[in-house]
């Protein structure tokens, strides 16, 4: 248990890192808005492809390598010598998606632009479909999350990796609750705008 909270605070950080770098790079602008990034003809079969996957948002340059990028720290401790096995990746491929949750939301809990009492589809345009208050992506991104370990699961006849699953998305809501009391309280992100 001593070493998945580990992981997770671990991961944690490195999400949060990721989005305050976003937040620097994107500035008052979401998904790469302002940025001069490369965005290819979106008649191009990869390119309605990728806005069918991530619900309408934009091809651009900028998000391939930042998700490219992240799936690749994902797999770095294979280059260090773990071992390569269906348990691993799967488990690999699951954190990435749970990962790109975390990092997406954190980008809205750090973010004096666009605080959280500002998390609705009325102010955030490139989330384009909305459930019981949050983006719709997540909710999908969560489920496929969990749905990868079932073949493997039926299989081995064992619920294993969804405890392991739930553990990681329990750890992440807390430490993500911690982080939002933070900037509340702390930081008073909220009123940041006020301030300057």
């Known amino acids: ?7 997770n605070i671990y991961v944690f950080i490195l999400a949060s890192l990721l989005a305050i770098l976003e937040i620097q790079i994107e500035g ?20 309605k492809a990728y806005e069918k996957f991530m619900s309408g948002r934009e091809f ?3 998000h391939l390598i930042m998700f490219t990028f992240v799936l690749f720290i994902f797999h770095l401790p294979y280059v260090f010598g773990l ?20 990092w997406d939301f954190l980008w809205f809990v750090f973010n004096p632009h666009y605080p959280l009492k500002r ?7 490139w989330h384009k479909k909305w459930l019981g208050g949050l983006p ?10 969990g749905l990868i370990f079932l073949p493997i ?5 064992s619920w294993e990796f969804f405890g392991w699953w739930l553990v990681n998305i329990c750890l992440f809501i807390i430490l993500t609750l911690l982080a939002i009391l933070f900037t509340f309280w702390v930081l008073d992100i909220d009123n940041w705008q006020e301030k300057k």
């Open 28 to 47: 008052a602008q979401g998904w790469a808005m302002n940025l001069p990034a490369w965005r290819p003809s979106r008649d191009k079969w990869y390119v």
């Open 153 to 157: 699961s039926l299989s081995r006849g």
């Open 83 to 102: 071992s390569f096995s269906l348990e691993h990746w799967l488990k690999t491929i699951s954190f990435f998606l749970i990962f790109t949750i975390l």
């Open 119 to 125: 998390f609705t589809g009325q102010h955030i345009w």
């Open 136 to 145: 719709a992506d997540y909710y999908g991104g969560l489920i496929l999350s």
């Open 1 to 7: 248990m001593i070493g998945i909270i580990f992981t």
């Open 60 to 62: 651009t340059g900028y």
